[in-house]
């Protein structure tokens, strides 16, 4: 069993930027996939950024490329998303999500998680 524990959500104004951290507690170590996951009001949830489970590589969505950065630090079962120039087009609640077994290739698809954090807000609005 994995709990996950996310913290930094809040109000942030556009173009600012701001960190979500999400702590697994129970030993998940590098063997889970990880993935960040974001749901807009009436909109499906959409992958954000995440890792495939023993690979240190990132996978980030198209949408958040080049703005967002995602990183693992497993010796602190943590991951970290980073997210610069927010928008509002970005304010959604943001979850963290992990599973064991996931097929690689399915790392994008949130039905396949087992384990998710609670979700906190990220408005983005001045």
């Known amino acids: 069993q994995v709990q996950l524990v996310e913290t930094g959500g809040g109000l942030v104004h556009p173009g600012g930027s701001l960190r979500l951290s999400c702590k697994a507690a129970?030993?998940?170590?590098?063997?889970?996939?990880v993935a960040w996951f974001r749901q807009a009001p009436g909109s499906e949830r959409q992958f954000v950024a995440g890792?495939?489970?023993?690979?240190?590589?990132?996978i980030i969505a198209d949408s958040v490329k080049g703005r967002f950065t995602v990183s693992r630090d497993n010796a602190k079962n943590t991951v970290h998303l980073q997210m610069n120039g927010l928008t509002a087009e970005d304010t959604a609640v943001y979850f963290c999500?992990?599973?064991?077994?996931?097929?690689?290739?399915?790392?994008?698809?949130?039905?396949?998680?087992?384990?998710w954090g609670q979700g906190p807000q990220v408005p983005v609005s001045s």
């Open positions: 129970g030993r998940p170590g590098n063997t889970y996939s």
């Open positions: 999500a992990a599973d064991r077994h996931l097929i690689p290739s399915r790392l994008r698809r949130p039905s396949e998680y087992d384990y």
């Open positions: 890792f495939k489970s023993g690979n240190s590589n990132s």
